[in-house]
């Protein structure tokens, strides 16, 4: 990850920018949110329906507790104000994958008010992007769009838990939105409430952009973009639509309320549908549901089953271990590494010697074999050692390298692979000098040159001797005899 500090904004300093977002999040519940059929995701075409979540007519939704539960964990997390007593209500709107013609989710009482995410501004300053709302609804079913005129209407999504998730527009650039987005999708995983996968649609996000000029008081025509699946495909569209504003703008045009989407293959958006004649979804109480009432000890249970939160984890491990804030954000960007590094800091004392081979080594192992940080064999325990070795002296960086990849590959200890290899560092004084004294006696001819002048050389006599302890010399101490033995 680069540190981006330049948007398209820094080309017309005349114009400012609005972001707002609203995300959708799939909730992780095993079943869905007003029926018992199993939430799961890539199952074949409706099989995991009933008469509830197919909307037939009597059939009565009964709300699933977990939902609720984590609704409250997302309010908590994000510092939001819980409804005590919240509503369902009736959205309107009739579309094939919405058998009932109407979605259940909820209206002015929503759960979750008022909340917040701290993020970082483009300059590395401190933000808080304030959420509007969040709110419990059911997701549609889907709708596959063949040739000919056939369409395929697959209701196993319908009735999945989701959780809307709306903020001010309080971003001013793509830097911030995807800053945003990241913190959100980070807080969710460390709730454990969704896989938060996007390329599955369990995190969806649709961006409002909208241009201004620098210092006007009314924001400029809104346009919503939806459908991205990727953080890098946001960050790109929303570049590309400012820019596309700013040029409308500047030719005197009029942008046109619309929903857009990005056509990644060239690099553009595109025009979905517009918002001229916005709907009315006529929203109205849900009577088959009852409020959902949250009383004081449910509200304490919940608090107590918040896990440490990811600004908050790097916060501590920046004053705990003396890890830089960028690193500590990287560290903790996803849980499992989080735990990963705090196991195998405490068991060698050295927080940013592994922090340095986490972000370095085995994030870059991973990327280059494209896995996962549960797919490798490598341990805490083993990482920790690891360092331990090294740093007392036992193994050189060379050789610590080394052990990292095998480790990696086959779970073995340190001392098993310095074992098995005799890779134990040589750091006798005597037994380097030896070796040193050799060298120099098997090359006169670059001794006297380097004596002459020549003190390019020196690096071809450090990689002699490290060859004689087949690059298990103590290199420091093999420097300093080196210079000895020269002058
Ligand atoms: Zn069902």
């Known amino acids: 990850m680069s540190h981006e500090n330049t948007t398209v904004l820094d080309r017309y300093p005349a114009y400012e920018a609005v972001i707002g977002i609203e995300v959708h999040v799939q909730l992780k519940t095993a079943t869905k949110i007003f029926c018992s059929c199993p939430n799961q995701f890539g199952c074949d075409p409706n099989t995991n329906i009933c008469p509830v979540c197919t909307g037939q007519p009597g059939a009565l939704p009964v709300l699933n507790k977990k939902v609720i539960e984590y609704a409250m964990l997302a309010g908590l997390a994000t510092e939001s104000d819980i409804t005590r007593s919240n509503t369902f209500a009736r959205k309107h709107y009739m579309y094939p994958d919405l058998p009932k013609n109407y979605q259940i989710t909820q209206g002015d009482l929503a759960i979750c008010m008022n909340g917040s995410i701290p993020i970082k501004t483009i300059d590395g300053q401190d933000k808080n992007v304030r959420l509007i709302r969040m709110h419990m609804e059911e997701d549609a079913g889907k709708n596959t769009h063949g040739t000919g005129g056939i369409s395929w209407v697959d209701l196993n999504r319908a009735g999945t838990p989701l959780l809307e998730i709306v903020t001010h527009p309080d971003m001013a650039n793509s830097v911030e939105a995807k800053n945003y987005l990241t913190r959100l999708h980070t807080i969710i995983r460390y709730l454990g409430i969704s896989e938060a996968n996007m390329d599955e649609g369990s995190f969806r996000a649709d961006i409002n952009i909208s241009v201004m000029p620098k210092g006007s008081k009314t924001y400029g025509t809104r346009v919503e973009l939806k459908n991205i699946n990727s953080f890098r495909f946001i960050v790109n569209a929303i570049e590309y639509e400012i820019e596309r504003h700013i040029q409308c703008l500047e030719r005197g045009e009029k942008i046109s309320q619309e929903t857009r989407q990005w056509d990644q293959k060239n690099q553009k958006t595109t025009f979905m549908r517009s918002k001229e004649d916005a709907q009315d979804y006529r929203y109205f109480t849900e009577p088959d549901l009852p409020p959902v009432l949250i009383d004081?000890?449910?509200?304490?249970?919940?608090?107590?089953?918040?896990?440490?939160?990811?600004?908050?984890?790097?916060?501590?491990?920046?004053?705990?271990?003396?890890?830089?804030?960028?690193?500590?954000?990287?560290?903790?960007?996803?849980?499992?590494?989080?735990?990963?590094?705090?196991?195998?800091?405490?068991?060698?004392?050295?927080?940013?010697?592994?922090?340095?081979?986490?972000?370095?080594?085995?994030?870059?192992?991973?990327?280059?074999?494209?896995?996962?940080?549960?797919?490798?064999?490598?341990?805490?325990?083993?990482?920790?050692?690891?360092?331990?070795?090294?740093?007392?002296?036992?193994?050189?960086?060379?050789?610590?390298?080394?052990?990292?990849?095998?480790?990696?590959?086959?779970?073995?200890?340190?001392?098993?692979?310095?074992?098995?290899?005799?890779?134990?560092?040589?750091?006798?004084?005597?037994?380097?000098?030896?070796?040193?004294?050799?060298v120099l006696a098997a090359n006169p001819d670059n001794v006297a040159k380097y004596k002459a002048g020549n003190e390019r050389l020196f690096p071809y006599f450090i990689g002699q001797a490290m060859k004689e302890t087949k690059g298990k010399g103590n290199p420091v101490i093999l420097q300093e005899l080196l210079k000895k033995h020269l002058s």
């Open 296 to 438: 004081d000890d449910w509200l304490t249970a919940m608090k107590e089953r918040l896990p440490e939160l990811p600004h908050h984890k790097t916060a501590r491990f920046q004053t705990t271990y003396g890890i830089p804030a960028y690193d500590a954000d990287l560290l903790t960007e996803e849980l499992d590494r989080a735990v990963f590094f705090e196991e195998a800091a405490k068991i060698c004392g050295n927080g940013r010697g592994v922090c340095n081979w986490i972000l370095r080594d085995v994030l870059g192992y991973l990327k280059e074999h494209k896995q996962e940080l549960h797919e490798i064999k490598l341990t805490p325990q083993g990482l920790g050692d690891l360092v331990k070795a090294l740093d007392s002296g036992l193994i050189n960086s060379k050789v610590a390298q080394d052990i990292f990849v095998e480790m990696v590959q086959t779970g073995k200890s340190v001392a098993t692979i310095v074992d098995e290899k005799d890779l134990k560092q040589i750091g006798s004084t005597e037994e380097l000098e030896a070796i040193v004294l050799a």
